[in-house]
């Protein structure tokens, strides 16, 4: 495990939604997103607490904070921590834009380049980037993906 303990990754959170207040408006658009897209979710809390996908997102969206705020070292080792516990792998300089559902998540891999556009879903075992076009494995959907 990284060398970031749980109150220093929960200090980093709330200091960038305070830099940052636009990131909770985007967090209500994921909620939204898996609630009304994903059968498996019963609550806004229960996909709030549980579902792996929607908190690598969230872990991402203050990662990329941080890394287009000249604090990558910091956006790069949150990456990590969140990669090593739950087995998604986003890089701090993809964009992904509002209303993001990532389904279940292990394996995914989202790599610098990628740009997620709005009320995008990503199904599972997913590997992506501008140089990677969809094929019959790589499942996607949503706005726009490039």
């Not at 980093?12 to 909620?31: K, T």
């Not at 705020?69 to 300089?93: C, F, T, Y």
Request: aromatic share 6%.
């Amino acid at each position: 495990m990284s060398g970031l303990p749980a109150e220093n990754v929960y200090d980093i959170f709330i200091n960038v939604v305070d830099e940052n207040r636009e990131i909770m408006g985007v967090v209500v658009d994921d909620l939204r997103m898996v609630k009304e897209r994903d059968l498996a979710c019963i609550s806004y809390i229960h996909c709030f607490l549980n579902f792996k996908g929607f908190v690598a997102c969230q872990a991402h969206r203050i990662a990329n904070h941080l890394w287009y705020n000249q604090r990558k070292v910091l956006a790069l080792l949150l990456q990590n921590r969140a990669s090593e516990a739950l087995v998604i792998d986003i890089h701090p300089g993809a964009r992904i834009g509002r209303g993001m559902l990532l389904d279940h998540g292990t394996g995914v891999v989202i790599r610098e380049t990628a740009v997620i556009e709005n009320n995008a879903a990503i199904l599972h075992n997913v590997a992506r980037d501008r140089s990677c076009p969809p094929t019959n494995n790589r499942q996607h959907s949503g706005s726009r993906l490039r």
